[in-house]
Nanobody, 127 residues
Framework: QVRLVESGGGMVQAGGSVRLSCATS????????KAWFRQAPGKERDFVAA????????GYDDSVKGRFTISRNNAQNTLYLQMNSLKPEDTAVYYC????????????????????WGQGTQVTVSS
């Protein structure tokens, strides 16, 4: 059974930093694209960042570019999201996602291209 488990969420003040992790088990996703999405109350689940199979190519939503960094450790089947200079509008449940189809970034902002999802971790940024 495939499992993606996020951790690292919590409460932080504006301007602070948080590092999210996503551990995968049950299947090795070392050869496929992984991503982070987020969902604020009453809103759609939106793309945040994606990374290709090797970690050599990344993509970000404009709202987080320059503040967030996505990375991965394939040997440990773990995905990371380093979030700096956090703003109250970053408050959301953050989900990691994995594709079983794509190795490189292609339509990587589309939720439909990801087959596996974690349960989410809450990040709350206070002003």
């Amino acid at each position: 059974q495939v499992r993606l488990v996020e951790s690292g969420g919590g409460m932080v003040q504006a301007g602070g930093s948080v590092r999210l992790s996503c551990a995968t088990s049950g299947r090795t996703f070392g050869n496929y694209v992984k991503a982070w999405f987020r969902q604020a109350p009453g809103k759609e689940r939106d793309f945040v960042a994606a990374i290709n199979w090797s970690g050599g190519s990344t993509g970000y939503d404009d709202s987080v570019k320059g503040r967030f960094t996505i990375s991965r450790n394939n040997a440990q089947n773990t995905l990371y999201l380093q979030m700096n200079s956090l703003k109250p509008e970053d408050t959301a449940v953050y989900y990691c996602a994995a594709s079983s189809t794509y190795r490189n970034l292609y339509s990587y902002t589309d939720r439909g291209n990801y087959n596996y999802w974690g349960q989410g971790t809450q990040v709350t940024v206070s002003s």
